[in-house]
């Protein structure tokens, strides 16, 4: 299994207060990924890392921001939460020498009261 | 159009009988990979299987086996000797453009609910 924390698991917050998830990962992959799942859309991609600073958005990137300031860590931050942004957060990583696979973390549960 | 469709909202299974999740995809490229992964109500997604588009044999993991028709785009899902613990979402997924470079383009099924019954 892939070495893969998220941080906070459970998160419970109030609109327009700002959130920050982390992902950790202790395999050395360079790619790093944030998705959001939803009923009924299966996972989105919000963000996007290929490398420590690089970064780019996915398909649903508005009102997040994300920073990867070392190989291991991947933040994603919600800077004033909204309540169309309760969801279920995953953080992936790959690495195109080591195979195709994207390895999940477990997720954070984020509720925007 | 979905890239990924998966028609099956949910399906019911005896134990110890096999099950087909089904899964069609879309896609121009000719090098491509498909995925399984598996989401327990635990919640976490747990990676079952990979075919890449030019794999000529179907892959295999243990009880998993993904039946690729290449000319009918379906990558479906074959689970034989269905288990109890066996009872979770299931994602079918696809990654597009594998020797473009750089970023290659998930994407996932809205999944199927499989139900084992005792």
């Known amino acids: 299994d892939a070495g893969i924390t998220q941080s906070p698991r459970h998160k419970v917050t109030e609109t327009g207060t700002p959130v920050t998830l982390r992902c950790h990962q202790t395999e050395n992959h360079r790619y790093m990924y944030w998705y959001r799942q939803d009923p009924g859309h299966g996972l989105r991609l919000i963000h996007y890392?290929?490398?420590?600073?690089?970064?780019d958005k996915g398909e649903v990137s508005d009102g997040y921001s994300v920073s990867r300031s070392k190989t291991e860590d991947f933040l994603l931050t919600l800077e004033s939460a909204t309540s169309s942004q309760t969801s279920v957060y995953f953080c992936a990583i790959s690495d195109p020498d080591r195979g195709d696979t994207q390895y999940f973390g477990p997720g954070t549960r984020l509720t925007v009261l | 159009a979905q890239k990924i469709t998966q028609t099956q909202p949910g399906m019911f299974v005896q134990e110890k009988e096999a099950v087909t999740l089904d899964c069609t995809y879309d896609?121009?490229?000719?090098?491509?990979?498909l995925f399984w992964y598996k989401q327990p109500s635990s919640g976490e997604m747990i990676f079952l299987i990979y075919q890449g588009s030019y794999d000529e044999q179907n892959a295999t993991e243990g009880r998993y086996s993904l039946n690729f028709q290449k000319a009918r785009k379906s990558a479906n899902l074959v689970i034989s000797a269905s288990q109890l613990g066996d009872s979770a979402m299931y994602f079918c997924?696809?990654?597009?453009?594998?020797?473009?470079?750089?970023?290659?383009?998930?994407?996932f099924g809205t999944g199927t609910k499989l139900q084992v019954i005792p």
């Open positions: 890392s290929y490398g420590v600073k690089d970064t």
């Open positions: 997924a696809m990654r597009e453009g594998l020797n473009s470079g750089g970023y290659q383009k998930v994407t």
């Open positions: 896609t121009s490229d000719q090098s491509y990979g």
